[in-house]
């Protein structure tokens, strides 16, 4: 067994011992699978929050990206994983690396309803809050469109609202947050973005 397989293959069982006998074997922090998902990613990807931070603890890249453009904290945001984000915020996470969508880790995180992360993100000095990615949307079009207007969602916008978030970006069309809230009865959602 290579290597590269044997270090996989101790990240997949969540061997955190085994992962820092290899590094300190001279095995490479930032290997990576053949689809490029670098040890910090697969560890993102299991939810091995020790594994990621003995890998940090070692020099890994939280911005090392795969061949579809996740990286260990696009991955964090989008799946909700508030505490790896904590530990990549510190750690070099960089806010000009975008997923395959051109969004940040903030977008997919309105999507899916993942309110502490959206509060960590829209309130960290510099996130670019307001991003636009490829389909036309800001984190707060996303949380509109894609959300249903449950309390979650009504939450997400309330944060993004109060971080700042530019209310009246219309998505390709034109179309703002609340004309896509009224369109979709979001009654709630509405009375946030008109207070």
Not at 16 to 22: H, I, L, P, R
Not at 38 to 47: D, E, K, M, Q, V
Not at 59 to 70: E, F, H, S, Y
Request: charged share 20%; proline share 2%.
């Amino acid at each position: 067994m290579s290597q590269q397989q044997n270090i996989i293959d101790l990240i997949n069982r969540n061997n955190v011992e085994g992962v820092k006998t290899a590094l300190q074997d001279g095995t490479d922090v930032n290997t990576q699978d053949d689809n490029g998902r670098s040890l910090l990613l697969l560890a993102t990807i299991n939810s091995q929050l020790s594994m990621a931070k003995m890998l940090v603890e070692h020099g890994a890249d939280v911005n090392l990206q795969d061949a579809i453009n996740d990286s260990p904290f696009l991955f964090a945001g989008a799946s909700g994983q508030t505490e790896m984000l904590k530990l990549y915020l510190t750690n070099g996470a960089r806010f000009d690396l975008f997923n395959r969508y051109n969004g940040t880790a903030l977008i997919p995180a309105c999507e899916r309803g993942h309110v502490e992360t959206v509060k960590l993100l829209a309130n960290t000095k510099g996130f670019p809050i307001n991003h636009i990615n490829r389909l036309g949307w800001t984190a707060l079009l996303e949380a509109v469109v894609l959300g249903d207007g449950s309390k979650e969602y009504q939450d997400i916008v309330q944060i993004l609202k109060d971080a700042g978030a530019d209310l009246n970006i219309g998505d390709l069309d034109g179309t703002t947050a609340l004309e896509h809230a009224r369109k979709s009865g979001f009654s709630e959602i509405v009375k946030i973005l008109e207070a």
